[in-house]
């Protein structure tokens, strides 16, 4: 069925412009957009600014650590070789003493694992670089670690730390990750997703990948600490990383800010990746990814629904995300649930997406309560994508859309999303949204948005999304829609093909969208604030 706004609608659109603001109108929110120069690692201030957000958050600080202060290299460490045990002793050291500072000097250094304890600031001076060995026996044994949301044991992380409390990486030096064709690379566990080699009802104990015997690992995270309070990260670069990189799992008050993170060309290289963790600040970051860069989780099927902790109270704001598949992604990890996030102040440069929303059938959980606010989207493919069905190769027929499922705990949902004050310079298309029939992508709102794209958008088992006070210039006017209801457009300028948007709707819950006080101008007549 498709069908298009005769002339009597566009001249109805026309009429009510006389009696309703003009687009453009009342655009002062464009100029608090920021622009890449104000966003990123490189515009990092001194300070922590107090956070405002729409949800109850702590009052945040940089960490305070004692006087003391020692060098790996007063413990054994020398350029060259393996410095594992060096720092282990320095860091073990200062621990035992109190707490303070652990320098490591400008120079290459090489070690295995490193792992953090309380009261232990890890500081990388100008010009120092830590090298990571890609050699399994460098990080066992074996430690506690979340692999895609399924708790193991395994090699957990090249910087690890597991029921500390206020520790920091700090420092203008550059961790670098193992060469991609070393051991550890060659012994990851491969063949399936997670849930179907871990058995969710076995004890975590018994689920060992530790690489003896010729045995298969799981790849380490860079840095991941574990069921920490107080972790404190500051100014250092990630590169070359075996897996995720910056992955915080069941932490309490945590701060990123002004890092750098490049692993472009790194499949699963995923930026900073905040799981199952609270009270979580990451800010003027700037992040090249293989994967998605900023992301949240919160545990995967059954084994998530166990632990059931959720990712909560989250802001991410003044970071620059230059490639990677999601900017801002959620999922597809949803288990224990994803709420309270508010991403505020960032630019997107190039991004396939930019606010991206995954989960499966089999996931769990899900995410409410998400919040976006003064965002720029440069040559970003995609702005806005929801997708909660994911491919049959991953879940198998999970991945089928019809028939609807019953609704069990393993049943994920979106709701409850806003995201205003965006400006979008250049898309393939505007907004993908992919629901479950028995689970729609459902209460979303998008307003103050002035975008430019080649399509506009497709719409599948949806219930409530409102598009508000916007600027859309569309080079294709198509709207199709399966099982797609509640969808208003109000007070939006477009510019498309004909001067109309052409509406093709399947499903027999699919409802034709409202359009309210909108304005609808052909493409060679942009509509332009």
Not at 133 to 142: F, L, N, T
Not at 201 to 216: A, F, H, I, K
Request: glycine share 10%; charged share 25%; net charge negative.
């Amino acid at each position: 069925m498709e069908r298009g706004f005769s002339f009597c609608a566009f001249f109805f659109c026309a009429v009510a412009l006389l009696f309703f603001p003009m687009c453009g109108e009342n655009e002062s929110w464009r100029a608090a957009v920021p622009v890449k120069e104000e966003v990123g690692a490189a515009a990092l201030p001194d300070t922590i600014a107090p956070v405002e957000a729409p949800f109850d958050f702590p009052l945040l600080k940089k960490p305070v650590f004692p006087s003391l202060t020692v060098s790996v290299a007063d413990y054994g460490a020398c350029r060259g070789t393996m410095a594992t045990r060096a720092i282990a002793r320095a860091i073990t050291d200062v621990h035992e003493r109190g707490g303070g500072r652990v320098i490591v000097p400008p120079g290459v250094w090489h070690t295995g694992r490193i792992e953090l304890l309380s009261n232990v600031d890890l500081h990388l001076c100008e010009g120092a670089e830590l090298h990571f060995s890609g050699e399994v026996a460098d990080y066992q044994p074996a430690v506690f670690t979340r692999q895609e949301g399924v708790e193991v044991y395994s090699l957990g992380a090249l910087v690890y730390a597991c029921g500390q409390r206020n520790i920091a990486l700090t420092g203008k030096g550059r961790l670098v990750g193992p060469p991609r064709d070393c051991e550890i690379q060659r012994r990851q566990m491969k063949g399936d997703v997670i849930e179907n080699l871990i058995d969710a009802d076995s004890p975590v104990e018994s689920r060992l990948y530790d690489g003896r015997g010729g045995g298969s690992i799981f790849l380490p995270m860079f840095f991941s600490p574990i069921d920490c309070r107080q972790v404190y990260v500051e100014g250092v670069t990630f590169e070359n990383t075996p897996f995720w990189n910056v992955v915080p799992v069941y932490c309490d008050t945590v701060v990123i800010r002004g890092i750098t993170v490049s692993s472009v060309g790194i499949p699963r290289g995923d930026g900073i990746d905040i799981e199952s963790s609270r009270h979580v600040l990451v800010e003027y970051c700037t992040l090249s990814c293989g994967d998605d860069c900023f992301t949240l989780k919160a545990g995967r099927c059954e084994d998530g629904l166990r632990v059931n902790r959720p990712t909560e109270n989250v802001v991410i704001r003044h970071c620059l995300a230059r490639k990677g598949h999601g900017a801002i992604t959620c999922g597809s990890e949803t288990a224990g649930v994803i709420r309270n996030l508010y991403v505020h102040d960032c630019v997107f440069d190039g991004t396939d997406t930019g606010l991206r929303f995954k989960t499966r059938r089999n996931r769990g959980g899900g995410g409410e309560n998400l919040h976006y606010e003064r965002l720029r989207m440069l040559s970003c493919r995609q702005p806005f994508v929801w997708d909660m069905l994911g491919s049959r190769t991953y879940v198998g027929d999970l991945a089928v859309r019809m028939p609807a499922r019953d609704i069990t705990p393993l049943t994920p949902f979106y709701r409850c999303i806003t995201a205003r004050d965006i400006i979008i310079e250049g898309s393939e298309q505007l907004l993908k949204a992919v629901g479950i029939p028995e689970s729609p992508v459902a209460q979303v709102l998008l307003e103050r948005i002035d975008a430019d794209s080649r399509q506009l958008m497709s719409l599948q088992d949806v219930d409530g999304l409102t598009l508000r006070d916007m600027t859309l210039r569309c080079g294709d006017s198509r709207l199709t829609t399966l099982d797609a209801r509640g969808l208003t457009f109000e007070n939006v300028c477009f510019s498309l093909p004909g001067a109309a948007v052409a509406t093709q709707a399947e499903g027999p819950l699919s409802e034709m969208p409202a359009f309210i006080d909108c304005r609808f101008l052909p493409a060679e007549h942009e509509c332009r604030p």
